[in-house]
């Protein structure tokens, strides 16, 4: 296995903060930082990604990035993370971050009437529970039903991702106070429960739909299930949330089969990183992630592999007194619990994926400075923007029936 995947797991935090501080003194000695202005984003200055959208036109089967921000930090241009798979007229959509339905309805549906916004749902699928890849989940939840989910009595949109963590995670920095606990009784539950709490805590609003206008119980169109790790996967969310194993099988149907593996952002337990086959080839969704020998050995030979990315640079210019607490704390996560621009490449070498494509990015790093994961690997590396269509496979002849942006 590849010396950076080996590695990411051994920085002590003394060697995390000596590389932030090295980033930082970079910064302070005059280079750019990019990230340093926030309302300004620009992967998509260059205008690849229109071009690379249209190279897409006509294959049956396309990667669809609705949106390709990192969050929590909101940014004017770019919206939350979440991606689609569109293999014919069937759409499968994995984590819904901020402004994912919006941009689902511009991608899918933008001239089709409202009610018919959702029909071609079959699925979604979470990472992991981050509110960054789940914050417009109760948006589907809530509003589906008017937009086009009343009408699947007969084929409830299925949904897929983590369960209940078990414990909650340890406070850092070691010694740190630790902060009130939220919802002391069930502290970490899994998408089932929090499907059933998002309904209730609408139960105001969804009792005068259905009661008022006729609207059918939502809970018979969205169906939440957690996905079962195997009795011999032995994991401790604050030991090894990602343990060696091998990719398990969570839905199939007549033009997919999409198969899971654990991936390791700690303290976040558990997190998946998800494989879509198809008939046109493969696409690998990496989640967030540090380097990950799991997520490479579902990635194998994969047509596509979206990864995130992140930018040490923009770690530094947010953080210029590395050893506040507080800052400390965070960049510990993200230099942790992500892969960095320099690392992403070796993965997607190691996994021998055709194409990498950059998501989960941060605001404000230049296009240039996303292609230097390009140094690490021998594929193409294409920086993800929202909306940006990515063919897989042989172009084909359009249908009529299907949609295509």
Same mark, same amino acid.
């Given at each position: 296995?590849?010396?950076?995947?080996?590695?990411?797991?051994?920085?002590?935090?003394?060697?995390?903060?000596?590389?932030? @501080?090295?980033?930082?003194?970079?910064?302070?000695?005059?280079?750019? $930082?990019?990230?340093?202005?926030?309302? !300004?984003?620009?992967?998509?200055?260059?205008?690849?990604?229109?071009?690379?959208?249209?190279?897409?036109?006509?294959?049956?089967?396309?990667?669809?990035?609705?949106?390709?921000?990192?969050?929590?930090?909101?940014?004017?241009?770019?919206?939350?993370?979440?991606?689609?798979?569109?293999?014919?007229?069937?759409?499968?959509?994995?984590?819904?971050?901020?402004?994912?339905?919006?941009?689902?309805?511009?991608?899918?549906?933008?001239?089709?009437?409202?009610?018919?916004?959702?029909?071609?749902?079959?699925? $979604?699928?979470?990472?992991?529970?981050?509110?960054?890849?789940?914050?417009?989940? %109760?948006?589907?939840?809530?509003?589906? @039903?008017?937009?086009?989910?009343?009408?699947?009595?007969? %084929?409830?949109?299925? /949904?897929?991702?983590?369960?209940? !963590?078990?414990?909650?995670?340890?406070?850092?920095?070691?010694?740190?106070?630790? &902060? #009130? $606990?939220?919802?002391?009784?069930? &502290?970490?539950?899994?998408?089932?429960?929090? *499907?059933?709490?998002?309904?209730?805590?609408?139960?105001?609003?969804?009792?005068?739909?259905?009661?008022?206008?006729?609207?059918?119980?939502?809970?018979?169109?969205?169906?939440?299930?957690? +996905?079962?790790?195997?009795?011999?996967?032995?994991?401790?969310?604050?030991?090894?949330?990602?343990?060696?194993?091998? #990719?398990?099988?969570?839905?199939?149907?007549?033009?997919?089969?999409?198969?899971?593996?654990? $991936?390791?952002?700690?303290?976040?337990?558990?997190?998946?990183?998800?494989?879509?086959?198809?008939?046109?080839?493969?696409?690998?969704?990496? @989640?967030?992630?540090?380097?990950?020998?799991?997520?490479?050995?579902?990635?194998?030979?994969?047509?596509?592999?979206?990864?995130?990315?992140?930018? &040490? %640079?923009?770690?530094?210019?947010?953080?210029?007194?590395?050893?506040? &607490?507080?800052?400390?704390?965070?960049?510990?996560?993200?230099?942790?619990?992500?892969? *960095?621009?320099?690392? /992403?490449?070796? /993965?997607?070498?190691?996994?021998?994926?055709? *194409?990498?494509?950059?998501?989960?990015?941060?605001?404000?790093?230049?296009?240039?400075?996303?292609?230097?994961?390009?140094?690490?690997?021998? @594929?193409?590396?294409?920086?993800?923007?929202?909306?940006? !269509?990515?063919?897989?496979?042989?172009?084909?002849?359009?249908?009529?029936?299907? +949609?295509? !942006?």
């Amino acid at each position: 296995m590849c010396d950076v995947i080996g590695k990411a797991h051994e920085l002590s935090r003394r060697q995390l903060l000596k590389q932030a @501080g090295a980033t930082a003194a970079v910064a302070a000695a005059g280079a750019a $930082v990019p990230g340093a202005a926030f309302g !300004r984003s620009t992967p998509g200055d260059n205008g690849a990604g229109q071009a690379i959208t249209a190279r897409a036109a006509g294959c049956r089967t396309q990667l669809v990035l609705l949106g390709v921000l990192g969050g929590p930090l909101l940014d004017t241009n770019m919206h939350g993370i979440s991606s689609a798979v569109q293999v014919e007229d069937k759409i499968y959509v994995v984590d819904c971050g901020e402004g994912s339905w919006s941009q689902y309805r511009r991608a899918f549906a933008p001239e089709s009437p409202y009610t018919q916004t959702l029909s071609q749902l079959r699925s $979604v699928f979470l990472t992991h529970l981050h509110s960054d890849h789940t914050v417009d989940y %109760n948006n589907l939840l809530v509003l589906g @039903g008017p937009n086009g989910l009343s009408a699947r009595a007969a %084929n409830p949109v299925q /949904v897929y991702g983590p369960g209940e !963590r078990g414990s909650l995670p340890p406070v850092y920095p070691p010694g740190r106070p630790a &902060p #009130p $606990v939220m919802a002391p009784q069930d &502290p970490t539950p899994g998408i089932a429960t929090t *499907t059933t709490r998002i309904f209730e805590a609408y139960s105001s609003d969804l009792n005068d739909r259905m009661r008022d206008a006729g609207q059918p119980d939502p809970r018979t169109r969205i169906l939440a299930h957690d +996905i079962p790790l195997p009795a011999s996967v032995i994991a401790n969310a604050n030991v090894d949330p990602a343990p060696d194993m091998q #990719p398990i099988s969570v839905y199939e149907d007549e033009v997919v089969k999409v198969s899971a593996t654990l $991936v390791n952002h700690r303290p976040t337990f558990p997190s998946f990183g998800f494989r879509f086959d198809t008939a046109d080839g493969s696409i690998v969704f990496s @989640g967030d992630t540090a380097p990950e020998k799991n997520l490479v050995e579902l990635a194998k030979g994969a047509d596509i592999l979206v990864h995130e990315a992140i930018d &040490p %640079n923009w770690i530094a210019s947010l953080f210029p007194n590395p050893n506040e &607490p507080t800052a400390e704390a965070i960049i510990h996560h993200l230099l942790t619990a992500h892969t *960095t621009i320099e690392q /992403v490449g070796v /993965v997607a070498q190691e996994a021998g994926v055709k *194409t990498l494509v950059l998501n989960h990015i941060n605001a404000g790093t230049s296009h240039g400075r996303w292609m230097q994961a390009k140094e690490n690997f021998s @594929g193409e590396v294409i920086v993800g923007e929202d909306l940006m !269509r990515v063919g897989v496979g042989r172009r084909h002849r359009r249908s009529s029936e299907v +949609i295509y !942006r």
